[in-house]
């Protein structure tokens, strides 16, 4: 069963990325379709009579929406109107005690949503706003359970729960297909957010900001909690980047400060003033609420606010920045960003480059035009882009319109950059604009983009999670404006852009607020290796620091703390008990049918179509049978597709084909991928894209000239694209570091994700090197390589067509696909048994990241099942929220963990986790926990709950249709859904112990993983049986070292020297354990220690011997004796200002490679001890 996100249309006002309370998958998804589903759930439970009537009107037909004028539940309504990108109503109501404002988003969409946002500010750089976010939820006067929220995401009927953080506001927004259930939530969220147990429990605080931990008196202090773990992982360079834009624009503003925390800035908050920050935000009269769906009783939601807000009187709030001096001329400023030593720093820059717009936050039909000019400025066809790409072609970009600071900003991005490379940035951007003003915009542009817009509107309902999304994007807009309306503006808006370009509004626009004479900021953030380290070594001296200013009986209540085993009694069952609305019986068996036609022709080609009625609507897609390419050639067949529409055709240049992709070409797919099952799978090509019944033939036209007509001859065009490609991988690595363990476990047991991991990630990586040097040394095998799968993908046999769209529609598509495939040569696919490597039983990868993903995968077979369990649902949700939230998040400060079951496998994974073996430990206690579960059926019933709401959740008709489409070609089972329905349903408490000994499975026998920074791989690397750095994609760790046994007295040594990086195996698959130690080893070790490279001896010996450390007579190849060794390292020693104790007796033989690592191993721990 698939689920989508809500696509919201060609929005381009820049929004931060929310900081969510927490994150997890649930687990009815397939691989294909992972999604993010927040942690954070809520609940409520109140009804009660109104002082105040309701009106006349509501009174009579409680869903009947009231009149402007109207009082309802003590909200009185001060303005409607239509809102048709909803198909539905806003209604604005205004408390009349307190000034609190609620917007009921009226339409027949029965994933209902509720929502609180407070206006906040990011007042420093501890993480007030994100901290109280992320306490709120632990608790209220009503609710006194720290438990409660993520029981009840995970034991209720919801869709969406979760609260975030965004630079200025906090909002807490939760869905379900029920209305008395989310009546319930509201009444938990709203007691939460007015009344939260945090105020009176400093055990709160410690949990979700920061905490010292200790393991004992002889260990080492360190930081931990919830918040804290996730800001190490979320402060990127990227991150970092906007911030520091945000700082050079509006100097001693609150919008330069970071709404999440910096972990650095973190510890210096106090319990005080976090609950001194909730009652400066937290008040009715800063809140506006929101409804969103059908509701049969919406005056229900307007009665417990009321309720809820009787204590409160109105407040008038005012949000000064008191520090905030404006720029009086353009600046520039350069901040380094701290990286591991060794990372490559290559094309890994970020420019940030804003108009400053003083004034025009305050002219609202001027915002809204510049707002909607970025629509203009971010399409691929636009000069500004196609002259950003050609002058710096390996570099992304992005344009926004920020409405975050004290004044608006026009923002222009450009990461994957070197340092260098801002300068040219912004006189692109500035002469792009200035030529945009002398010409204007090409109506084809405008074209393309009104087309892709009045789609995007029209399938707005057919995404899940519609409520959610849009009310985040309503609230954000008024917050930032002052306008509750200004989003419904902003989209009705953009039916005019083609007026407005027709009218000269644009370039009136540009000429008033991006004139050359305009105040600008530029800010460049640049990667500084080595840095990480400094800093990692100043935070352990200062906590080392603390450590010996306390007394001991602080550091024994810190050790009691950090070890305590046993959670404080919580009694969350009765809450939860008390805001379940809906049961497991009432639960529906209501799955959508679609009429399939599946057909196969004589001429091979198999056809798939849907009837979904969708008003001219319909999407069309392509399989191209992939079964006959190599190894080499799937890798050179993903990066054919990654240049499509991106070089010159036979009929168009490729600025030309930016505007007719746009035109023609709607949520477009253009990839490799796989069909069939188990060893029957194999690749394809697939094309697919959504577009209007007239416009059909010439997308097929465009996708036949794209394939087929693409000039592949321009190497330099070529070389611009492979760098470009291999820069966005790197990106991906950084930003999804968990999906590279988690694909790689995958590739272990199931053939297409190992296929898929193939061409997507290591191994895609490492070949992109290669074509890289191979356009500089022979580009003409390049050519050559790319040519020869254009030819081969020319060959219709073995075809899969399919549509999903109305019936004139699949009438018309048949007509263009066969027409489109007749083009197509045909020659029978003899297919390619590929020989591709497994991935080791346990890795360590390393990335540029200050937090780890630690993690198992194993496939449902190896752990006894025959067929999938929709059952699984429910155990890893259960296991989720009894055991490793606890566990992880709550005791040892993780961020959060990913735990499902796909169709076959069985993965888990933790999130910005600070730890390694204390996270596997956890591990090992699942099959344990299992066992001696005790669960009452209510509870489980509540797990089901959880659980069935995915199976539940409505579709659109068009999204459906083309499920099924993807489900015949997928052979899965048309009635599965309904099958896992009933499943769910009849489960029972004592089915659960037989999923003990699948956990002890995974943890024993499953792939083991740790994705993390080189420093913490490093440290736990006897852990792994191959350490790979994903950025050189090879296998760097000891599992090539053959010659290395378990039992070698000497493994530890090497596995710590290798690990460490102070030697080097002599080989791909030895480490020379037994082959004689020379002086340029030890060398190559100590100058490792000074930051230099080990590999490098000739280089360090003459730096050593610079320094006066080794004799001058000594050469690389000289043989190392135990004596000649310890004398060096005692020179060593001495030279840095550290005491050097031989543990050994000398003996005056040479050392054995192996021996020299034992030696190196004692030495740095002595040096550690010194320290």
């Known amino acids: 069963m698939t689920r989508r996100q809500t696509r919201i249309p060609c929005k381009n006002t820049r929004r931060p990325i929310a900081l969510r309370g927490g994150m997890r998958y649930h687990s009815f998804v397939t691989l294909d379709q992972i999604q993010e589903v927040p942690m954070r759930r809520i ?82 750089n501890t993480g007030l706003p994100h901290v109280f976010e992320h306490s709120t939820l632990d608790g209220s006067e009503k609710y006194p359970s720290k438990a409660l929220f993520f029981n009840l995401s995970s034991q209720t009927y919801n869709t969406f729960m979760n609260a975030m953080t965004l630079p200025t506001m906090t909002t807490y927004p939760v869905a379900s297909l029920s209305e008395a259930q989310l ?56 991150r970092a980047a906007n911030i520091n834009l945000m700082g050079t624009a509006f100097p001693g503003s609150v919008a330069a400060n970071d709404h999440g925390g910096l972990p650095e800035d973190i510890p210096s908050m106090t319990f005080e003033s976090l609950c001194a920050y909730h009652d400066l935000y937290y008040h009715p009269s800063n809140l506006i609420a929101y409804l969103y769906g059908d509701f049969e009783d919406y005056a229900a939601f307007l009665r417990l606010l009321d309720r809820a807000f009787e204590p409160f009187e109105r407040r008038d709030f005012t949000f000064e920045d008191a520090g905030y001096t404006p720029l009086t001329e353009s600046v520039e400023a350069e901040y380094g960003f701290p990286v591991e030593a060794g990372s490559d720093t290559a094309n890994a820059s970020a420019v940030h480059y804003a108009y400053v717009c003083p004034g025009l936050n305050r002219d609202r ?43 608006d900003l026009v923002l222009f991005v450009a990461e994957n950059v070197d340092r260098e490379d801002a300068a040219l940035f912004k006189q692109t951007v500035d002469e792009s604009i200035a030529q945009t003003l002398e010409e204007g915009f090409p109506q084809d542009i405008v074209d393309g983009i009104t087309a892709s817009i009045e789609l995007s509107t029209a399938l707005l309902m057919e995404n899940s999670g519609v409520g959610v999304n849009m009310i985040e994007s309503v609230a954000y807009e008024y917050v930032n404006s002052g306008d509750p309306y200004c989003y419904m503006d902003y989209v009705e808006g953009l039916d005019t852009i083609d007026e407005l370009n027709a009218q000269g509004a644009y370039r009136e626009a540009i000429a008033a607020w991006l004139a050359p004479d305009q105040i600008t900021a530029l800010a460049v953030t640049y990667p500084v290796p080595g840095l990480k380290e400094e800093n990692d070594a100043a935070l352990r001296e200062r906590l080392a620091q603390v450590k010996a200013d306390m007394t001991e009986e602080e550091l024994q209540a810190i050790i009691d703390r950090s070890n305590a085993t046993e959670a404080e009694p919580d009694d969350a069952a009765k809450y939860i008990s008390e805001l379940q609305a809906v049961t497991v019986e009432s639960l529906p068996e209501e799955v959508r049918e679609y009429a399939l036609s599946d057909e196969t022709g004589e001429d091979g080609v198999r056809r798939l179509n849907v009837e979904a009625a969708v008003d001219g609507i319909g999407r069309t897609d392509v399989w191209l049978d992939g079964a006959g390419f190599t190894e080499e050639e799937l890798l050179w067949l993903h990066l054919f597709t990654s240049v499509l529409g991106e070089m010159d055709t036979d009929a168009h240049t490729r600025d030309e084909l930016d505007a007719l992709v746009e035109r023609y070409f709607y949520d477009t797919v253009l990839r490799m991928s796989i069909l069939g099952r188990d060893e029957t799978c194999h690749v394809c090509l697939r094309l697919g894209w959504i577009a209007r019944e007239e416009d059909l033939e010439a997308g097929y036209d465009l996708m036949y000239e794209l394939l087929y007509g693409t000039d592949l001859t321009d190497v330099e065009r070529l070389k611009e694209l492979v760098g470009e490609e291999r820069a966005s991988l790197k990106s991906s690595f950084k930003s999804m570091p968990y999906s590279i363990g988690l694909y790689r476990g995958l590739a272990r047991y199931d053939r297409g994700s190992l296929i898929s991991d193939h061409y997507n990630y290591l191994d895609y990586y490492e070949f992109l090197g290669e074509a890289e040097r ?93 067929e999938y369990d929709a059952a699984l649902n429910v155990v890893t949700t259960a296991v989720y929220d009894a055991y490793l939230i606890p566990q992880l998040r709550d005791r040892y400060g993780a961020y ?16 910005r986790d600070p730890n390694v073996a204390e996270t596997f430990a956890v591990y090992e206690g699942l099959g344990d926990f299992m066992r001696g579960l005790e669960m009452d059926q209510d509870t489980l019933d509540g797990y089901i709950l959880s659980a069935y709401v995915g199976y539940a959740m409505p579709t659109g008709v068009l999204s459906g249709a083309l499920d099924a489409i993807v489900d015949a070609l997928t052979e899965e089972d048309p009635d599965s859904t309904l099958e896992n329905m009933r499943a769910l349903k009849a489960l029972k408490v004592e089915d659960l112990g037989r999923y003990a000994d699948m956990y002890d499975a995974l943890v024993e026998n499953g792939y083991k993983v740790t994705v993390g920074g080189a420093s913490v791989i490093n440290e736990n690397g006897e852990l792994y049986d191959a350490v790979l750095d994903p950025l050189g994609a090879k296998d760097a760790g000891p599992a090539v070292m053959e010659d290395v046994q378990d039992d070698d007295p000497s493994a530890t040594a090497v596995h710590f020297a290798v690990g460490s990086g102070f030697m080097l195996p002599l080989s791909d698959t030895e480490f020379g354990v037994h082959e004689p130690a020379t002086v340029g080893d030890l060398a190559g070790a100590l100058y490792c220690m000074t930051g230099g490279d080990p590999e490098d001896q000739d280089n360090a010996l003459q730096a ?25 390292l005692s020179d060593f020693s001495q030279a840095v200002g550290l005491s050097y104790e031989r543990d050994h007796e000398l003996t005056g033989e040479p050392l054995t490679r192996g021996e020299l690592a034992g030696v190196i191993m004692v030495f740095v721990e002595m040096l550690d001890t010194d320290e």
Not at 195 to 218: C, G, K, Q, T
Not at 378 to 407: C, I, W, Y
């Open 896 to 911: 959060g963990v990913l735990h499902a079951a796909t169709e076959d496998s069985l993965y888990l994974l933790s999130y």
């Open 1104 to 1128: 050593l011997q610079g320094y006066g450390l080794f004799p001058q007579d000594l050469t690389v190849g000289d043989p190392l004796t135990d004596e000649a060794a310890d004398g060096l």
């Open 365 to 407: 039909e001027a915002e809204r035009t510049v707002n909607l000019l970025m629509n203009l400025f971010s399409s691929s066809a636009s000069r500004l882009m196609q002259n950003l790409e050609k002058a710096l072609p390996k570099a992304t970009f992005s344009v926004g319109f920020d409405m975050t600071g004290p004044e």
């Open 43 to 124: 609940l409520s439970i109140l009804l009660i009579l109104a002082l105040l009537p309701v009106s006349a009107l509501a009174a009579d037909d409680p869903k009947a929406l009231p009149a402007v004028g109207d009082v309802v539940e003590g909200f009185k309504v001060v303005d409607s109107r239509d809102f048709p990108l909803i198909g539905g109503t806003a209604v604005l109501f205004e408390h009349e005690r307190t000034g609190a404002l609620l917007m009921y988003l009226a339409n027949e969409d029965t994933d209902r949503a509720f929502d609180l946002t407070f206006r906040t500010q990011p007042i420093d």
């Open 183 to 238: 009546l319930k939530y509201a009444d938990y969220y709203t007691d939460s957010c007015l009344n939260p147990v945090i105020m009176d429990d400093e055990s709160i605080f410690r949990e979700e900001a920061w905490r010292y931990r200790l393991p004992d008196m002889d260990g080492e202090l360190t930081i931990e909690g919830t918040v804290y773990s996730e800001m190490l992982g979320a402060i990127t360079l990227e």
């Open 774 to 866: 191979m356009l500089e040394e022979e580009p003409e095998r390049v050519v050559e390589k790319l040519e020869h799968i254009q030819a081969s993908l020319n060959n219709r046999a073995n075809a899969v067509t399919a549509y999903a769209g109305t019936k004139e529609g699949i009438a018309l598509n048949r007509t263009l696909a066969d027409a489109f495939l007749a083009k197509l040569g045909e020659a029978p696919v003899e297919a390619v048994e590929l020989d591709l490597p497994v991935p080791a039983d346990s890795e360590g990868i390393i990335i540029d990241s200050n937090a780890q993903y630690n993690g198992h995968v194993i496939d449902l077979e190896s752990c006894g099942f025959e």
